[in-house]
Nanobody, 125 residues
Framework: VQLQASGGGLVQAGGSLRLSCAAS????????LGWFRQAPGKEREFVAA????????YYADSVKGRFTISRDNTKNTVYLQMNSLKPEDTAVYYC???????????????????WGQGTQVTVSS
């Protein structure tokens, strides 16, 4: 599976961006697609995830209410709509696919089998 992330950029605080992650093949019913981010000098952290078949969504507390994850089955694409962006949201954002994720695994980077190349999001104050 190949994942292609796009949509990053530079935005002022309070602005919005939408990230996209296109998968190279149709997803399996057990797959979870997630977004993670990594700021300089920090560990990669969970942002949001969606269970492809059921559409169940999961969010980090830091983005809940501001970010929305969604998927388009017809395009094999997952989106991350980011609103009310803050300077602390600045990071490289990665999409990833977990082939067999149970709930306790969804927030762990080590659970994911495939990763996209990352897209930079910079929020200026």
């Amino acid at each position: 599976v190949q994942l292609q992330a796009s949509g990053g950029g530079l935005v002022q605080a309070g602005g919005s961006l939408r990230l996209s992650c296109a998968a190279s093949e149709p997803t399996l019913s057990s797959r979870v697609l997630g977004w993670f981010r990594q700021a300089p000098g920090k560990e990669r952290e969970f942002v949001a995830a969606v269970r492809w078949s059921a559409g169940s969504t999961y969010y980090a507390d830091s983005v809940k209410g501001r970010f929305t994850i969604s998927r388009d089955n017809t395009k094999n694409t997952v989106y991350l709509q980011m609103n009310s962006l803050k300077p602390e949201d600045t990071a490289v954002y990665y999409c990833a696919a977990c082939l067999r994720c149970i709930l306790s695994m969804i927030r762990l980077p080590s659970s994911y089998d495939y990763w996209g190349q990352g897209t930079q999001v910079t929020v200026s104050s």
